[in-house]
Structures are given as C-alpha cells and as structure tokens.
C-alpha cells in the first residue's frame, strides 16, 4: 500500500470508528522514522483501546501488519506503528499534557487559534 493510501485508510478509519479531533501531521522533513503522524483523541480509556484494537485488525485485513502497538494495557495513549504511518490515540487531558502536534508542526500555534 502506497503512503498516501496508507494514511487516507487510517484517518477513514479513526472516522469510522468515532475517534475525536483527528490531525495528519507530515513530518517527512522532521522524522526518518516516519512520514506521517496521526493524533486523534478517544472519549474514555475503553474508547481509545477499542479505537486502536479495530484500527490494528483493519490494516491486517488490508494486509498491512502493524509494526507494533504500545500503551494498549492503560489505553490513555495508544501508538501504533504501521511504518510509514505512525498512529497515537490518546485521551483528551494526555493529548492536551504532551501536545505532539506543538512539538512536530512549526505552525501548530497560529493553526491552533484560527
């Protein structure tokens, strides 16, 4: 699958599957890790484990196996690693805590109070 499809089926999915406030950050510049950063929020711990658990057997019916997911047990920020794509679901008050759009995108700031 093709980055940018790649990307497209996951934010489609986090729509699907009711997650908040979903941002695409393209840190191809910024990261060699990665070329894209997905954020969205959950509305509860079981909301955002159940977000990355059906997003995870999604992209495996897809055929894209995720790299590995991480923070599942606590489920306040889920990460999952699908390569190219790099998905973090997390709670509202952790999303607003650590705040990774201010640290990957300059221009979060002026974005943030339009």
């Known amino acids: ?55 995870v057997s999604e992209m495996k019916d897809q055929g894209v196996q995720p790299l590995g997911v991480e923070g599942d047990d606590v489920a306040e920020w889920v990460l999952v690693d699908l390569g190219d794509v790099v998905v973090h679901i997390m709670l509202a008050q952790t999303r607003d805590f650590y705040q990774l759009e201010k ?11 339009q």
């Open 1 to 55: 699958m093709q980055v940018e499809q790649l990307k497209n089926v996951v934010v489609e999915q986090l729509e699907d599957l009711k997650a908040k406030e979903i941002s695409v950050l393209d840190v191809t510049g910024l990261s060699t890790v990665t070329d894209y950063m997905v954020v969205a929020s959950g509305t509860s711990n079981r909301h955002v484990k159940s977000v990355a658990h059906n997003l």
């Open 103 to 113: 640290l990957w995108d300059p221009n979060w700031k002026e974005a943030r109070s």
